[in-house]
């Protein structure tokens, strides 16, 4: 699919000669004066925040450049670029050198009026351009008078609604200096993999569902395998909530528009992280935990629905960030040779919109559960630090449907009639739900 790239040339800018509307075929015919050949060294990357878009792969709209209220500007000895995005969208940034070239990737961003008068106000950027790079990705590129570092480079979402920002600061540095981290760089990927496949982040769950297609809910059975879960009086809490979650299945499948995957379909163990992975490859709009929770003391009772507790999610995120499957976590966005601070604050920012769905959804969970008949807990929402709730980007609760240790929730745990109307409540509340976080969605989109 071929681009267009346009470019702006400053007046009095050196003689340098410009590609204007130069037709790409894909990163191999980049002209090389143009927006620059060869991959781009990450120095920086964005998460997808989810971007407003049908569920259903529908392709989405491209996010749209405010343009007014952008624009790039010297602030002291420093250059800051900022970027007014309609939405939040997968991003990165980095250095090109000869000459020093300040370039961001976008996925689905529309340039429109980058090229208004007053854009470029900074005299140190000798000239701008910016076009289609490849099917899904945009690219900017910042020609400089001069060797600089990116000092800062964030996404934050905007207070309006849905809108997002970028901000990058480039600081002056010494050739040197640049050359290093230039060297310093991750060594580029392998042709075609510079980017991640559109495709791909297409069909990654950060699409936030909009009531147009099934509802996708990822069931996780607690425990399994090697690992029993609690136990008492001989029975195990691995295969007592797997033949639960097995009958909700048939519940939520009974209702229809809905389509559900357990993330273990029999007594076998998988690790607390797999089961998130799971979810993420399903495309879960949403992921549901199910314990039975056992104590040696008290007479606790009933359900309880937990989200991740907050104080927790930023060690979580930090965790996170150490391990080798970012890009899993990001769904597909290449965060490969990323500093974990900027990672961690990344899954931070994906997180910001996930968490108060979470909420949404233990609310609705309880609240159905109890119109059901079913026992709550006295307490029945709560926070923990659970790994299984900590996916950045799907609604994840975490619901402990009773206690083996209690006399009366073991009875209701046993009866097939009880358990029935356990199910149907979470079958209501998760309906209850999709129809409000859609609604919401939509808000969004306007
Ligand atoms: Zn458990």
Known sequence: MAGRLRGIRRPGAAGRVLRLAAAVAGLASLPAAGVGPGPLPAAV???AAPPAAAAGGAPAAPARLD???SGVADA?????LRLALSEAVPWRAGLLADPPRLVLDFHDLAFAGIDRPGFVASPRVRAMRSGTLAPGWSRLVLELDGPVAIATAGMARAAAAGGATVEVRLVPVAAA???AARAAAPPPPAPGAVLPDPAAVALA???RQTGAGPLVVVLDPGHGGIDPGAEHEGLREAALILAFAQELRAALEG???VRVVLTREDDRFVPLEARTSIARAAGADLLLSLHADALDQGIATGATAYTLAAEASEAAAARLAERHD??????GVDLSGQGDAIAGILMELARAETAPRSERLARHLVTAIGAAGGRLHPRPRQRANFTVLRAPDIPSVLLEVGFMSSPRDL?????PARRARLAAGIVAALGAWAVEDAAEAALLRQ
Do not use: Q
């Open 205 to 207: 769950p950060k699409r």
């Open 67 to 69: 343009a007014a209220a």
């Open 255 to 257: 209702k229809g528009g």
């Open 177 to 179: 200096a640049f050359a």
């Open 76 to 80: 002291g000895p420093d250059i800051v």
């Open 45 to 47: 990357a964005g998460p």
């Open 326 to 331: 970012r890009a899993d976590l990001l769904a």
């Open 411 to 415: 009875a209701d745990l046993t009866d």
